[in-house]
Nanobody, 119 residues
Protein backbone atom coordinates (compact mmCIF):
# COMPACT_ATOMS: atom_id res chain seq x y z
CA UNK A 1 0.00 0.00 0.00
CA UNK A 2 1.41 3.36 -1.04
CA UNK A 3 1.64 5.93 1.73
CA UNK A 4 2.77 9.54 1.46
CA UNK A 5 3.87 11.55 4.47
CA UNK A 6 4.29 15.31 4.19
CA UNK A 7 6.05 17.77 6.45
CA UNK A 8 7.37 21.30 6.45
CA UNK A 9 4.25 23.43 6.48
CA UNK A 10 3.73 26.28 8.89
CA UNK A 11 3.21 29.98 9.38
CA UNK A 12 5.51 32.43 7.61
CA UNK A 13 5.47 36.13 6.83
CA UNK A 14 5.08 37.37 3.28
CA UNK A 15 8.42 37.28 1.50
CA UNK A 16 9.60 34.33 3.55
CA UNK A 17 10.46 30.79 2.57
CA UNK A 18 9.38 27.27 3.41
CA UNK A 19 10.39 23.84 2.19
CA UNK A 20 7.84 21.06 1.99
CA UNK A 21 8.92 17.44 2.06
CA UNK A 22 7.10 14.27 1.13
CA UNK A 23 8.35 10.72 1.41
CA UNK A 24 6.62 7.71 -0.05
CA UNK A 25 6.58 4.10 1.06
CA UNK A 26 5.10 0.96 -0.41
CA UNK A 27 6.01 1.87 -4.00
CA UNK A 28 6.24 -1.14 -6.28
CA UNK A 29 6.40 0.61 -9.65
CA UNK A 30 9.55 2.09 -11.12
CA UNK A 31 8.29 5.01 -13.20
CA UNK A 32 6.00 7.62 -11.78
CA UNK A 33 5.43 11.33 -11.60
CA UNK A 34 5.35 13.30 -8.38
CA UNK A 35 3.86 16.63 -7.61
CA UNK A 36 2.39 19.18 -5.26
CA UNK A 37 -1.14 20.50 -5.31
CA UNK A 38 -2.87 22.96 -3.03
CA UNK A 39 -6.36 23.81 -1.92
CA UNK A 40 -7.35 27.11 -0.39
CA UNK A 41 -10.58 27.53 1.59
CA UNK A 42 -13.58 27.63 -0.72
CA UNK A 43 -11.51 26.81 -3.79
CA UNK A 44 -10.79 23.72 -5.83
CA UNK A 45 -7.55 21.84 -5.54
CA UNK A 46 -5.02 23.14 -8.05
CA UNK A 47 -1.71 22.04 -9.44
CA UNK A 48 1.35 23.77 -8.03
CA UNK A 49 4.22 21.81 -9.59
CA UNK A 50 4.97 18.38 -10.98
CA UNK A 51 8.13 16.48 -11.78
CA UNK A 52 8.34 13.44 -14.02
CA UNK A 53 10.43 10.32 -13.56
CA UNK A 54 13.00 11.94 -15.89
CA UNK A 55 12.90 15.13 -13.77
CA UNK A 56 11.02 17.28 -16.25
CA UNK A 57 9.17 19.94 -14.31
CA UNK A 58 5.95 21.86 -14.73
CA UNK A 59 4.77 24.83 -12.68
CA UNK A 60 1.60 26.81 -12.26
CA UNK A 61 2.05 30.31 -13.65
CA UNK A 62 1.37 31.78 -10.22
CA UNK A 63 4.46 30.13 -8.70
CA UNK A 64 6.95 30.22 -11.56
CA UNK A 65 10.22 31.78 -10.52
CA UNK A 66 9.37 31.44 -6.81
CA UNK A 67 8.88 27.70 -6.23
CA UNK A 68 11.19 24.83 -7.14
CA UNK A 69 10.25 21.16 -7.15
CA UNK A 70 12.82 18.41 -6.96
CA UNK A 71 12.87 14.73 -6.16
CA UNK A 72 15.13 12.10 -4.63
CA UNK A 73 14.49 8.74 -6.26
CA UNK A 74 16.61 6.88 -3.71
CA UNK A 75 14.46 8.15 -0.85
CA UNK A 76 11.22 8.19 -2.88
CA UNK A 77 10.92 11.80 -1.86
CA UNK A 78 9.64 14.97 -3.47
CA UNK A 79 10.30 18.46 -2.18
CA UNK A 80 8.96 21.93 -2.81
CA UNK A 81 11.14 24.93 -2.06
CA UNK A 82 8.91 27.97 -1.75
CA UNK A 83 10.48 31.42 -1.79
CA UNK A 84 9.02 34.91 -1.86
CA UNK A 85 5.80 33.61 -0.39
CA UNK A 86 2.64 35.63 -0.76
CA UNK A 87 -0.58 35.61 1.28
CA UNK A 88 -2.34 34.07 -1.73
CA UNK A 89 -0.10 31.02 -1.36
CA UNK A 90 -1.98 30.17 1.83
CA UNK A 91 -3.51 26.71 1.40
CA UNK A 92 -3.29 23.09 2.35
CA UNK A 93 -0.56 21.53 0.22
CA UNK A 94 -0.86 17.92 -0.91
CA UNK A 95 1.81 15.61 -2.21
CA UNK A 96 0.85 13.40 -5.15
CA UNK A 97 2.20 10.35 -6.96
CA UNK A 98 0.84 9.64 -10.44
CA UNK A 99 1.62 6.16 -11.72
CA UNK A 100 0.78 4.50 -15.02
CA UNK A 101 1.39 0.77 -15.08
CA UNK A 102 0.19 -0.78 -18.31
CA UNK A 103 -3.40 0.46 -18.71
CA UNK A 104 -3.85 1.23 -15.04
CA UNK A 105 -3.58 4.83 -13.85
CA UNK A 106 -3.28 5.44 -10.12
CA UNK A 107 -3.06 8.60 -8.05
CA UNK A 108 -1.93 8.62 -4.45
CA UNK A 109 -2.24 11.56 -2.06
CA UNK A 110 -0.71 12.63 1.20
CA UNK A 111 -2.74 13.92 4.12
CA UNK A 112 -1.88 17.55 3.42
CA UNK A 113 0.17 20.15 5.24
CA UNK A 114 -1.02 23.66 6.04
CA UNK A 115 0.90 26.65 4.73
CA UNK A 116 -0.16 30.05 6.03
CA UNK A 117 1.43 33.26 4.76
CA UNK A 118 0.71 36.39 6.76
CA UNK A 119 0.81 39.86 5.25
Amino acid sequence: QVQLVESGGGLVQAGGSLRLSCTASGITFSIYGMGWYRQAPGKQRELVATISSSSSTNYADSVKGRFTIFRDNVKNGVYLQMNSLKPEDTAVYYCNIHAVVGLKVSDYWGQGTQVTVSS
